[in-house]
């Protein structure tokens, strides 16, 4: 079974500018998830949406960061415009059906994002 | 407030040692999960293990073994006879039905295993 995969793996930018990033989850899974991962520091939640709707997006700055899941597959998380503090790796996870805990989540390998 | 603590930043063991990096959490729910995970230099959470708050068995895996004690919120990790592939960042998450099952993480204990 193939697992989650992001892309790009590694994107470097200019503050100010705008940088997208994709997220293909397990096939099947109802639930997806971004977090970033500052280093040194354990991964946050940005988004996750059920299917194609949004379940907590309370800690994504909405005033730059922005996701959808259109048709409740593919997912695309983009900053615009890109902070310094935004350098981060962005991880994208995915689960079976449902937001029970008994879910456990599954990671894909992350992009890494640096902002000059 | 939900947190998890990892109070080893980082740990550094001969490889065969047994080594065990340690967990506290706190919930005011009374249905809620941990877990943990293994990052590794390539970046990648890798899942370990996942526990119900109902469940307090503890477990074994191999060279892994999970001790769940609610009494003093802890959920530790040992892994013994450590081997050079152990290197990597171990994250504890917990996750409750009150924040939608969202995995809040520690901060992460790095172990580095010597030959």
């Known amino acids: 079974e193939a697992g989650v995969a992001q892309s790009p793996r590694y994107k470097i930018i200019e503050k100010r500018q705008s940088v997208a990033f994709w997220c293909n989850p397990i096939s099947g899974h109802a639930t997806l998830y971004w977090y970033q991962q500052i280093l040194g520091q354990g991964p946050k939640l940005l988004i996750q949406f059920q299917n194609n709707g949004v379940v907590d997006d309370s800690q994504l700055p909405k005033d730059r960061f922005s996701a959808e899941r259109l048709k409740g597959v593919d997912s695309t998380l983009k900053i615009q415009p890109a902070k310094l503090e935004d350098s981060a790796v962005y991880l994208c996870a995915s689960s079976p059906t449902g937001t029970g805990g008994f879910n456990t989540q599954y990671f894909g390998p992350g992009t890494r994002l640096t902002v000059l | 407030a939900q947190k998890v603590t990892q109070a080893q930043t980082e740990i550094s063991v001969v490889e065969k040692e047994d080594v065990t990096l340690d967990c506290v959490y706190e919930?005011?729910?009374?249905?809620?999960?941990l877990f943990w995970y293994k990052q590794p230099p390539s970046g990648e959470l890798v899942f370990l293990i996942r526990?119900?708050?109902?469940?307090?068995q503890n477990e074994i895996s191999g060279r892994y073994s999970w001790n769940f004690q609610k009494s003093t919120s802890s959920f530790n990790f040992t892994i013994t006879a450590s081997q050079v592939v152990d290197s990597a960042v171990y994250f504890c998450a917990l996750s409750e039905a009150r924040s939608s099952y969202k995995l809040i993480f520690g901060s992460g204990t790095r172990l580095l295993v010597r030959p």
């Open positions: 919930t005011r729910d009374t249905t809620y999960y």
């Open positions: 526990r119900n708050s109902f469940d307090e």
